[in-house]
C-alpha cells in the first residue's frame, strides 16, 4: 500500500464529528487540529482526492460499531483501484520527466564549462577550492541550494542560514562523485540526471518521478578524514 493510502487511513481515526467550531483553546483540540492540518496537507500535496461524504460515512460506521457499507472484499479492490491508478499516472508522469529531463541534459553539456564524467553527471566549477578533497569515507560541511529544471526550489541550506553536515557515500550517487571532484572552498553547479538522483520513484511531493535535478554546492570543509 504506498503512503498516500496510508494516509488516508491513518487519518480516518482522527475525524471529529458533531463539532463545526471546535474549541481551539483547549489542548485537546490544538494537536488533533495539528494533527489532521498536517495530514490534510500531506494527502493535499500527494494529489489524494476523496470523496468527504463517504469518508465520513466511513468514520461514523466504524466508530458507532455499525455494519460496514462495503465488505472487506469491496474494500480491498477499492483500495486497489486507486493505488492502480496512482501508479498509472506515477508512470506517466516518470516517462515523460525522462524525455523532457534527456533535453534538457542535452543543452546543458553544451554549454560553456560544463563538464560530463563517465557516470553522465555534469558539473561546472564556479570557483576552484584550495583545501582537502573528501573521500567517500569521511563527512563534509556544505551549503547547497536544490533545484527542479523548472527552477523550483526544493531544498536550501542557505534559506535555513546552517551547513549540512554527512557523510559522503550517505547521500545521492550525483553528490557523492562530485563532493570527491571538489577541494575545500570549491562552489560548483551540479546537474544530475534522475539515474544519480532519486530515479524513477522521485522523492514525493518535491521531487517528480525521473526528475533531473540542479545543485549549487559549496564545500565548506572536509570534518572528519
Keep these: 500500500m504506498n503512503t498516500a493510502l496510508k494516509l488516508v487511513l491513518v487519518g480516518s481515526v482522527l475525524v471529529l464529528f458533531g463539532c463545526d467550531k471546535p474549541n481551539m483553546k483547549d489542548e485537546k483540540a490544538q494537536y488533533s487540529y495539528a494533527i489532521g492540518y498536517q495530514i490534510a496537507k500531506n494527502m493535499k500535496e500527494q ?6 461524504k463517504a469518508f465520513n460515512a466511513a ?6 460499531n455499525k455494519e460496514a457499507r462495503l465488505n472487506d472484499e469491496e474494500r ?4 486497489r483501484k486507486m493505488s492502480e491508478s496512482r501508479r498509472a499516472v506515477e508512470v506517466k508522469q516518470a516517462e515523460e520527466n525522462l524525455k523532457i529531463g534527456q533535453g534538457f541534459l542535452d543543452a546543458n553539456k553544451a554549454k560553456e564549462g ?3 564524467t563517465a557516470s553522465g553527471l555534469q558539473y561546472k566549477v564556479v570557483s576552484e577550492g584550495k583545501g582537502a578533497t573528501p573521500k567517500a569515507t569521511d563527512t563534509v560541511e556544505v551549503h547547497y541550494r536544490g533545484k527542479l529544471i523548472d527552477g523550483k526550489e526544493f531544498d536550501s541550506s542557505y534559506s535555513r542560514n546552517q551547513p549540512a553536515q554527512f557523510p559522503v557515500k550517505a547521500v545521492i550517487p550525483g553528490w557523492t562523485e562530485a563532493l570527491q571532484l571538489m577541494k575545500e572552498g570549491a562552489k560548483y553547479e551540479l546537474t544530475i540526471p534522475a539515474a544519480l538522483a532519486y530515479g524513477e520513484r522521485g522523492q514525493p511531493p518535491q521531487i517528480p518521478p525521473n526528475a533531473v535535478l540542479v545543485f549549487d554546492v559549496e564545500l565548506l570543509k572536509v570534518v572528519k578524514k
Excluded: F, R, Y
Excluded at 494529489?47 to 468527504?52: F, G, T
Excluded at 468514520?59 to 458507532?64: A, K, L, N, R
Design 114 to 116: 560544463v563538464k560530463v
Design 59 to 64: 468514520m461514523q460506521d466504524v466508530m458507532g
Design 76 to 79: 480491498m479492490n477499492a483500495l
Design 47 to 52: 494529489s489524494v482526492e476523496i470523496d468527504s
